[in-house]
């Protein structure tokens, strides 16, 4: 009940395109859920995050589209670039302690 | 700057050997985390702390152990390394309550 779902594990797109990774969780005491950018030899970076009591979060090309009913939210990436070929975390916050639960990552490589 | 350092950046040692992986934070997190990571693959939690004497084992089982004496300061020893602990150790810390984590930049342990 405490994980958070996410897919697909891996995910090509070309220069220009709209990367969409998805998650989904059980748990109704999650109250925040942020995404991950991680590089290869770094450590995640947080990118954007989400309250549950906002439909949708944009900044500049990511969006964070999230459906409290169904408890599922996705990150959307509008003109990707081969910069952002990187690992995307997504996940979820637990009250009261305030751990995150972690998706499994999912690998996007955007080609030129 | 409040940052969180991770030393050493990789580390190849033998078989057998004690090892201590350093992880600081400047910006007084109460709670600090341990993950074991596969390159780009899951984060795995290992081991998390709520604060100055307080440590707990996370989901994935590891022969590691740490300690945390100060707030500030949350080492990784191994007394006995083995080839299986080949793997990125990544620190990361956040409030209590907080909205998200800040990671080091990780330690690439390579055991031969």
């Known amino acids: 009940q405490q994980q958070v779902k996410q897919s697909p594990q891996s995910l090509i797109v070309q220069k220009g395109g709209i990367s969409i990774i998805n998650c989904a969780y059980e748990n109704t005491a999650f109250d925040y859920f942020p995404w991950y950018q991680q590089f290869p030899g770094k450590g995640p970076a947080l990118l954007i995050a989400?309250?549950?009591?906002?439909s949708e979060k944009k900044e500049g090309r990511f969006t964070i589209s999230f459906n409290k009913s169904a408890k599922q939210f996705s990150l959307h990436i509008m003109d990707s670039q081969p910069g952002d070929s990187a690992t995307y975390f997504c996940a979820a916050r637990l009250r009261p302690q305030g751990n995150l639960i972690f998706g499994k990552g999912t690998k996007l490589s955007v080609k030129p | 700057e409040a940052d969180i350092y991770q030393t050493p950046r990789y580390l190849v040692i033998g078989t057998g050997k004690k090892i201590t992986l350093e992880c600081s934070q400047t910006?007084?997190?109460?709670?600090m985390y341990w993950y074991q990571q596969d390159p780009g693959m899951e984060l795995h939690l290992i081991h998390y702390s709520y604060g100055v004497n307080s440590t707990e084992k996370g989901d994935l089982s590891s022969e590691s152990t740490v300690s945390r004496i100060r707030t500030e300061h949350f080492p990784l020893t191994l007394e006995s390394a083995r080839p299986s602990h080949t793997s990125q150790y990544l620190c990361?810390?956040?409030?209590?309550?907080?909205?998200?984590?800040?990671f080091g930049s990780g330690t690439r342990l390579t055991v031969v």
């Open positions: 989400i309250r549950p009591d906002v």
């Open positions: 910006m007084g997190h109460d709670k």
């Open positions: 990361a810390s956040s409030e209590y309550g907080g909205d998200g984590y800040t």
